[in-house]
């Protein structure tokens, strides 16, 4: 079956442009998350979807971001005004259900670059 | 909060060598732990979990983890390296029972 996709793969844009990441989750995975990988900053969590509402968003850097999930299926993170420190690779998980033991099974990411 | 710890940006073995990579824990609850994969230009994929059954715990590819309470450790080997697992290596604690906190990331080079 199919893993979790992202898109695009790669986005230039410049700065105090929004942008939006697209993320679709492993069919049938209840919970979804993004992360962020960045040079200085490494792995770190942004926001967690149990179906379409969003239990923990304390990750989100700033409120220029911003991710909604529609129909327990694709969510999207956009980040508004971007800036160059939010260059990175944004990477999305899934899993069937919440919780600690359940394997979260990433995509292949989307690398933002900022100009 | 928890927190994950990788001792060493980078590890270089040669090809055939054991491979031991580094990671400690803090946790304030029994934890779960992960270690992830990840080839360039690639997500990240999942070697092995601990979740408080076995403390020996094998995963895909020849890896293998050791839970140990007493060192609050949970370090990965494989007994002898291939030139095809040369990768960054993540070692996460599960928070909460929903995100992930990762370590540093160790970078594995293999020479041949």
């Known amino acids: 079956g199919a893993g979790v996709s992202q898109s695009p793969s790669n986005k230039v844009t410049e700065k105090g442009k929004d942008v939006e990441l697209r993320c679709d989750p492993i069919?049938?995975?209840?919970?979804l998350y993004w992360y962020r990988q960045s040079l200085g900053q490494g792995l770190e969590f942004l926001i967690y979807?149990?179906?379409?509402?969003?239990?923990?968003k304390s990750g989100l850097p700033s409120d220029r971001f911003s991710a909604e999930r529609t129909g327990g299926s694709v969510s999207t993170l956009t980040i508004q005004r971007t800036q160059q420190e939010d260059s990175a690779v944004y990477l999305c998980?899934?899993?069937?259900?919440?919780?600690?033991?359940?394997?979260?099974?990433f995509g292949p990411g989307t690398r933002l670059t900022v100009l | 909060a928890q927190s994950v710890t990788q001792l060493g940006s980078h590890v270089s073995v040669s090809e055939g060598a054991l491979v031991l990579l580094r990671c400690n824990y803090s946790?304030?609850?029994?934890?779960?732990l992960f270690w992830y994969v990840q080839y360039p230009n690639q997500g990240l994929q999942l070697l092995l979990k601990?979740?408080?059954?076995?403390?020996l715990v094998k995963g895909i590819n020849g890896f293998e983890a050791e839970f140990k309470k007493s060192e609050t450790s949970f370090h990965l080997t494989k007994p002898s390296a291939h030139m095809s697992d040369a990768a960054e290596y993540f070692c996460?604690?599960?928070?909460?029972?929903?995100?992930?906190?990762f370590g540093t990331g160790t970078r594995l080079l293999v020479s041949p």
């Open positions: 979807f149990q179906g379409n509402s969003a239990p923990d």
């Open positions: 996460a604690v599960s928070e909460g029972f929903q995100k992930l906190v």
């Open positions: 998980a899934s899993s069937l259900v919440e919780g600690g033991t359940d394997t979260q099974y």
């Open positions: 946790s304030s609850v029994p934890p779960y």
């Open positions: 601990y979740t408080s059954a076995a403390t």
């Open positions: 069919s049938g995975h209840t919970a």
